[in-house]
Nanobody, 121 residues
Framework: VQLQASGGGLVQAGGSLRLSCAASGNIVRVNGMYWYRQTPGKQRELVATITSGGLTNYTDLVKGRFTISRDNAKNLVYLQMNGLKPEDTAVYYC????????????????WGQGTLVTVSS
């Protein structure tokens, strides 16, 4: 199973970006999907969560500005980021709880490779 994140880049404060993350492999089911972010010298922090049923949760730092969504048929998760601030600058990682396999099934958590978001003031 692999997670491939994309959509990062450089944007001015107040601008928007949309991150995408695609899960691929011998996937039976994707349960929770998540976006994290990390800046140098700091721990990775959870930004947004979405369950397989579409329930969402956000850190207070991004509530009202970021929206997480998913396409279950395509095993995709998105993070729409509006009203970006310089403090949102970070490497963003997607994460997913995946059931996978053929014949024998396994459950594990997988990480994408990270995509850099830079917000200039």
């Amino acid at each position: 199973v692999q997670l491939q994140a994309s959509g990062g880049g450089l944007v001015q404060a107040g601008g928007s970006l949309r991150l995408s993350c695609a899960a691929s492999g011998n996937i039976v089911r994707v349960n929770g999907m998540y976006w994290y972010r990390q800046t140098p010298g700091k721990q990775r922090e959870l930004v947004a969560t979405i369950t397989s049923g579409g329930l969402t949760n956000y850190t207070d730092l991004v509530k009202g500005r970021f929206t997480i969504s998913r396409d279950n048929a395509k095993n995709l998760v998105y993070l729409q980021m509006n009203g970006l601030k310089p403090e949102d600058t970070a490497v963003y990682y997607c994460n997913a709880d995946v059931v996978y396999g053929r014949g024998t099934y396994y459950g594990s958590t997988f990480w994408g490779q990270g995509t850099l978001v830079t917000v200039s003031s």
